[in-house]
């Protein structure tokens, strides 16, 4: 084909791109901030998860300051019933358990769980209310 010979003669041959190397620095500067970004959510996330429990349990606390007595005895049982509940344990005896303390067992909480509905006048609570804003200034959870 004489006449396809002249128009074929005219054109170039195919040249491929440049290689880039193997190693393009944009490329790995975002996977970097990526990998900095993932790291930083996983080190924050369980602060802000426990923040608001604490926050809740120490607002509870302050409130019950105002009650009488009787009334102040049931809202802190309340707390820590609640606080249980919160931290996926089971009575009193489970958050001994959890935050490594015999507070509910042998010590003043015990006015908050055996002790709560006993006849009589109300027990001093301050031990119980000092222990428990200790208990929940501890929490990390």
Excluded at 113 to 127: Q, S
């Amino acid at each position: 084909m004489p006449c396809c010979d002249e128009a074929l003669a005219g054109l170039r041959g195919l040249h491929a791109p440049p290689d880039p190397g193997l190693v393009r620095l944009d490329m790995l500067a975002a996977i970097g901030a990526g990998l900095a970004l993932a790291a930083l959510a996983a080190w924050l996330l369980p602060r802000w998860r426990g923040r608001p429990i604490r926050r809740a349990a120490l607002a509870e606390l302050a409130a019950a300051r105002d009650l009488p007595p009787g009334e102040r005895q049931v809202a802190l049982a309340r707390l820590s019933r609640r606080l249980a509940r919160s931290l996926g344990v089971e009575g009193a005896a489970g958050l001994d358990a959890r935050l490594g303390t015999d507070f509910f067992r042998t010590g003043p909480g015990r006015t908050l769980t055996e002790h709560l509905y006993a006849p009589g006048p109300a027990p001093d609570l301050a031990a119980a209310e000092a222990g428990l804003a200790r208990l929940v200034a501890r929490l990390r959870a």
